[in-house]
């Protein structure tokens, strides 16, 4: 992934932010990341670290439409995944035909052949092992997760052995921010 394109994510998640008031912390802590698929439009994701704690974690991330976040899983982390603002289409895998979730707080068995959608507001649980990939709704969705302690370089497991947490970056100009991954 090119500086530029870092960059530029950025700057259009920083513009979100701002215009519906997420303030963010001193120093924030950035990640974007391609995947290592090398096509940031299609598969990419802009995430803030607000909290890095031992017991639990903060995040908020900014995803743009149709830009997935690929199919994976967490062997250690349960995650609250919060729609902020817009609308995140979320797609779950399964070996059986539902999963049981925490959707709003009440448990459903939601289907694996459909897509939950989540509207500002709306949250989702996500407990150890639950496939699921993601991407905005709308032109683009702000999304809040809280979550047991975080661990990006050893527990996330995608469906491909092609994809990767972190990307390899060119340095084609100046960083804006310093990233998780720097």
Request: glycine residues 4%; negative net charge.
């Amino acid at each position: 992934m090119k500086r530029s394109e870092i960059n530029a994510a950025v700057g259009a998640a920083s513009a979100a932010f701002a215009e519906h008031h997420w303030v963010l912390p001193p120093n924030p802590r950035w990640d974007v990341t391609d995947f290592g698929l090398g096509d940031f439009t299609q598969s990419g994701l802009v995430l803030v670290n607000l909290a890095e704690q031992p017991e639990y974690c903060e995040k908020l991330m900014f995803v743009q439409k149709d830009q997935v976040t690929p199919h994976h899983c967490h062997k250690a982390k349960k995650e609250d995944i919060i729609c902020r603002w817009g609308q995140l289409v979320i797609e779950l895998r399964d070996d059986s035909d539902t999963v049981r979730l925490q959707v709003n707080n009440e448990w459903r068995d939601v289907p694996v052949n459909e897509r939950l959608v989540l509207n500002a507001g709306e949250r989702v649980t996500l407990t150890q092992n639950v496939r699921h990939a993601f991407w905005a709704g709308t032109d683009y969705a702000i999304v809040g997760e809280v979550s047991t302690a975080n661990d990006d370089t050893c527990d996330n497991y995608f469906d491909r052995d092609d994809i990767g947490r972190f990307s390899e970056i060119e340095e084609d100009e100046p960083p804006l921010v310093k990233l998780v991954s720097d």
